[in-house]
């Protein structure tokens, strides 16, 4: 399912990041569950599968498609996809701007915890794939 995040809300937020890949130009986020709020139901996603198409490539456009910067005391590290496999992180703001989708939250790997922010820069569209869904009574 393609989603606008100017119509249908996603809510990631307290959501725990069970994977994330980069692949083919797409950046795939894989969580346990998450909320899908649209205009017309709300939904509780299992398994569900963020993909971020068309991802901007680093020769056009002199950037990363995928930033992701840890904060420890006063230094911010960088780290790559590669890196980041060790880390487990929680999900605890997100923003979808116009290209761009922002997450903010706790990354923690042996038992330290870090400031983390993932920003992913796309063209594409972003898409929602579940094992299951559960609409929820307003």
Not at 17 to 45: H, M, N, P, R
Not at 69 to 95: G, P, Q, V
């Amino acid at each position: 399912m393609i989603v606008n995040p100017y119509s249908e809300i996603i809510s990631l937020h307290d959501m725990d990041i069970k994977e994330f890949t980069v692949k083919d130009g797409k950046a795939i986020i894989k969580l346990c569950q998450t909320f899908l709020f649209s205009a017309t139901a709300d939904y509780v996603l299992d398994n569900p599968e963020v993909i971020v198409n068309d991802l901007i490539e680093i020769q056009t456009n002199e950037d990363y498609p995928v930033r992701i910067k840890l904060f420890n005391d006063d230094e911010a590290i960088s780290l790559t996809i590669d890196d980041f496999k060790d880390y487990k992180f929680n999900i605890l703001e997100e923003a979808y701007g116009f290209g761009l989708v922002h997450f903010y939250g706790i990354a923690t790997k042996l038992d330290k915890a870090y400031d983390c922010l993932i920003d992913i820069h796309y063209c594409g569209d972003l898409e929602i794939n579940w094992d299951n869904k559960v609409l929820v009574e307003a």
